[in-house]
């Protein structure tokens, strides 16, 4: 049977948090949230995700045309939606540089889990397959903060003490994520490094199920546990059908990108 979704409370909820949260409402339209993300970025779809508890990381274009992102003692990502036909290719693919990073940190504990880059999907699941919970927190994120999430989230992140492909839940989700760690805290630094993972193939093997729709992606750089400085990179994230026929994580058939 369908797993059934709040319908009758979950406004009351959402209200509720609205007044106790709002002192830690997220920051994107004005004042310091808008100086965090640079306009090019915004008209490209990009829309920044920030709680006002802490100064916000730094999104702009670079001069090369990747996106840099820029920490002092602060945190914050960027996202921005995925639409047809990347909602559902496997393959995603990126480049990354990190210029400048903070001591590496236990990514797997709340509190102390700094990095200089993440990037996030997260995967939509339809309304009639949502738990409860998942239903609840969902309408609390969209209204509060802005931010659409509907389902699960993979994460791939540059940071930490682990060990390449070390992969564990994140801390501040829980059994709905799944972190793996793609270049550990003390990877070289000032070089651009590729990167093509299957989607479809981390879903299965994090979760159990093969995923739905990939709903949006996200860009996320934080300092304010070590209170430390970052500044790293991002290029040409594309999404391409796959998996590769022999097997190994790439990609194959036609791609697009939403780093432009």
Not at 156 to 172: C, E, I, K, S, T
Request: hydrophobic fraction near 40%.
């Amino acid at each position: 049977m369908p797993r059934q979704r709040p319908r009758l409370w979950t406004g009351c909820v959402a209200g509720l948090a609205l007044v106790l949260l709002g002192s830690a409402a997220a920051t994107g339209g004005e004042g310091q949230g808008a100086e965090a993300i640079g306009a090019e970025l915004r008209v490209a779809g990009w829309q920044l995700y920030a709680d006002a508890r802490w100064a916000p990381a730094r999104f702009r274009r670079a001069a090369d045309g990747s996106i840099e992102a820029t920490t002092d003692n602060s945190t914050a990502l960027i996202w921005k939606k995925i639409g047809e036909p990347d909602a559902n290719r496997a393959i995603l693919s990126w480049e990354w540089r990190v210029d400048e990073t903070m001591a590496p940190t236990d990514i797997t504990v709340k509190g102390g889990d700094d990095r200089p880059l993440a990037l996030h999907v997260w995967f939509m699941e339809p309304p009639e397959r949502q738990t409860i919970f998942q239903a609840l927190r969902a309408q609390l994120l969209e209204a509060i903060f802005g931010l659409p999430v509907h389902g699960r989230v993979m994460t791939y992140v540059w940071g930490g003490l682990g060990a390449r492909g070390d992969a564990q839940h994140n801390p501040h989700i829980g059994a709905d994520s799944w972190m793996i760690v793609l270049r550990p805290g003390r990877a070289p630094t000032g070089q651009w490094l590729a990167e093509r993972r299957d989607l479809v193939a981390d879903y299965q093997a994090a979760f159990g199920e093969p995923p739905p729709e990939r709903g949006i992606i996200a860009i996320a750089a934080d300092s304010e546990d070590t209170r430390s400085r970052s500044r790293a990179f991002v290029r040409n994230i594309a999404f391409a059908d796959g998996p590769d026929p022999t097997g190994c994580t790439g990609a194959t058939g036609t791609s697009s990108s939403l780093s432009e």
